[in-house]
């Protein structure tokens, strides 16, 4: 909810949990659904497999944009791309709510692409390559400082 409207996240989570887009929309309807797939397909190309949730309106664009991708929608199955929003959701409580959609997009896209190059899968790497990790994502926030003030 943001100024008492409800607003839809809509998220792009690829095979590893990142957060490949977000669309903060009013609608939740064949049309809006279009509009972030074909942007998805543009920018990113076309999937192998869509898991979505049980809403109908999915299935024209999916068969439009990529009708060769397996559509999976299934209840449990999108549980990866409810997890993705825990950690908006936390930095967003911080920040004393949303004020605005376009406030929520804004941020929402920045902090998504940020978090990803900050926060890396633990799980998957050993110490050593978690810390290099880590150093390498300082270095790289680093240069690009450097690059805005100078």
Do not use: C
């Not at 074909?38 to 309106?57: A, E, I, N, Y």
């Not at 949303?98 to 940020?114: E, N």
């Amino acid at each position: 909810m943001i100024g008492g409207k409800k607003l839809w996240l809509w998220p792009a989570i690829d095979a590893d949990g990142d957060v490949l887009d977000i669309l903060v929309q009013a609608r939740r309807n064949t049309t809006a659904a279009k509009r972030f797939f074909s942007r998805l397909v543009k920018q990113f190309g076309q999937p192998r497999v869509v898991v979505t949730d049980k809403l109908r309106s999915y299935i024209k664009p999916i068969q439009n944009f990529a009708p060769n991708a397996d559509h999976r929608a299934h209840k449990g199955r999108n549980n990866r791309i409810e997890n993705s929003h825990r950690l908006s959701r936390k930095r967003e409580k911080i920040m004393g709510r949303f004020k605005s959609p376009r406030q929520a997009q804004r941020f929402l896209s920045a902090h998504d692409q940020i978090n990803t190059i900050f926060r890396p899968r633990r799980y998957n790497l050993t110490a050593i390559s978690y810390r290099h990790a880590r150093t390498d994502a300082f270095a790289l926030w680093r240069e690009y400082t450097a690059e805005m003030t100078a």
